[in-house]
């Protein structure tokens, strides 16, 4: 089993910038790929980006690309969302999600066996 806890959410305004962090426990020899979703009101949970074992492979959702970055600490076992230019569509729950065993960064969520509790975000206009 693998836990996931992320941080970093929180309130700001348009064209400001946050950094989430999602710190991962457990079986962390497990760990390969490791991803970020977002569930906007009333709509489904989507992927955002994702970021292979090594970090040399890194993709994201288009709406995000060029504001975005993701990176990973392997020796702490955390990968961190930076988030820049935010606008108020940002506006999520955030989650983490970790994909054992598999190298491929997939976009969908039955491709992820373990998931964080969400942190929020929230841009304001």
């Known amino acids: 089993q693998v836990q996931l806890?992320?941080?970093?959410?929180?309130?700001?305004?348009?064209?400001?910038?946050?950094?989430?962090?999602?710190?991962?426990?457990?079986?962390?020899?497990s760990?390969?790929?490791m991803a970020w979703f977002r569930r906007a009101p009333g709509q489904e949970r989507?992927?955002?980006?994702?970021?292979?074992?090594?970090?040399?492979?890194?993709?994201?959702?288009?709406?995000?690309?060029?504001r975005f970055t993701i990176s990973r600490d392997n020796a702490k076992n955390t990968v961190f969302l930076q988030m820049n230019s935010l606008k108020?569509?940002?506006?999520?729950?955030?989650?983490?999600?970790?994909r054992p065993y598999s190298d491929y960064v997939g976009r969908q969520m039955d491709e992820y066996d373990y998931w964080g509790q969400g942190t929020q975000v929230t841009v304001s206009s």
Request: hydrophobic share 35%; proline share 2%.
């Open 88 to 98: 108020p569509e940002d506006t999520a729950v955030y989650y983490c999600a970790v």
């Open 46 to 66: 989507d992927f955002v980006g994702g970021i292979n074992l090594s970090g040399e492979r890194i993709y994201y959702t288009d709406s995000v690309k060029g």
């Open 31 to 33: 760990i390969y790929v």
């Open 5 to 29: 806890v992320e941080s970093g959410g929180g309130l700001v305004q348009a064209g400001g910038s946050l950094r989430l962090s999602c710190a991962a426990s457990g079986r962390t020899d």
